[in-house]
């Protein structure tokens, strides 16, 4: 996979499956446009490596555009910001559920159409990889917003790959299990939560952030370039025990 030459934005590259994937990238060739919300995120990987930083904060759906709008032309997307609110579905807040889907749903969404237009204009068959998760297909208690959110992205992913294929780009989902980023910590860190997951893992362990952007740069790749519309599992086997 060479990724010299290839410019790549990465969104909630700030932390996570997103930095992971940012350094990754950048260590192999690739120029990152680099777009998180908080300051001192950006202000460490820019110390770490070379990249472009955006700061952004993506609840805000109407800044997006402006925000994005110097960083194009781009050859790859990896919309990879992600947010969560643990909170029971009968005590689900509606202004909480409506702040994960502009972020898990709606900014992705939005990022994509300003990126697949410019790439419509000029002919480019590019690569979108959606960070999604299992908790797409599953019921996880206590994370109603989050898995409408998901689910709704996975959909998204498929109607992109079904309209935008005659025009060469490609579209496709990662979808992992629990990966210890500070979300999924925050999340996760109950054993009476964790242990009853991990015993379900054939592999028997949660995810490193690495392990996720691996799958990441391989969707994005030409190594890839008959894969589209899916929603990979990441998961150590979960999808099948």
């Known amino acids: 996979?060479?990724?010299?030459?290839?410019?790549?934005?990465?969104?909630?590259?700030?932390?996570?499956?997103?930095?992971?994937?940012a350094i990754m990238l950048a260590n192999r060739g690739a120029t990152v446009v680099a777009l998180t919300r908080d300051q001192n995120d950006l202000s460490s990987l820019v110390q770490e490596i070379p990249c472009e930083p955006?700061?952004?904060?993506?609840?805000?759906?109407?800044a997006i555009s402006a925000s994005v709008a110097s960083a194009l032309p781009v050859d790859m997307l990896v919309n990879c910001a992600?947010?969560?609110?643990?909170?029971?579905?009968?005590?689900?807040?509606?202004?909480?559920?409506?702040?994960?889907l502009k972020v898990n749903t709606v900014a992705p969404m939005v990022l994509a159409q300003i990126v697949v237009r410019d790439w419509l204009e000029r002919g480019v068959r590019g690569s979108i990889v959606n960070v999604?998760?299992?908790a797409a297909r599953r019921g996880v208690a206590n994370h109603a917003a989050y898995c409408a959110s998901k689910a709704a992205l996975d959909a998204i992913t498929r109607v992109m790959a079904v309209e935008l294929g005659a025009a060469g780009i490609r579209v496709n989902s990662v979808n992992p299990t629990v990966t210890l980023t500070p979300m999924g910590e925050l999340a996760w860190s109950d054993p009476v939560k964790a242990d009853p997951v991990k015993a379900r893992i054939p592999l028997a362990r949660f995810l490193d952030p690495n392990e996720v952007a691996e799958a990441i740069l391989f969707l994005l790749s030409n190594e890839a370039s008959m894969v589209t519309g899916i929603s990979l599992p990441v998961d150590g086997g979960l999808a099948i025990s």
């Open 82 to 100: 992600g947010t969560t609110a643990l909170q029971s579905f009968v005590q689900c807040d509606l202004q909480d559920f409506g702040r994960v």
């Open 132 to 134: 999604s998760s299992d």
């Open 1 to 21: 996979m060479d990724w010299t030459g290839k410019r790549v934005l990465i969104t909630g590259a700030g932390k996570g499956i997103g930095r992971a994937t």
């Open 54 to 62: 955006i700061c952004a904060d993506l609840s805000e759906t109407e």
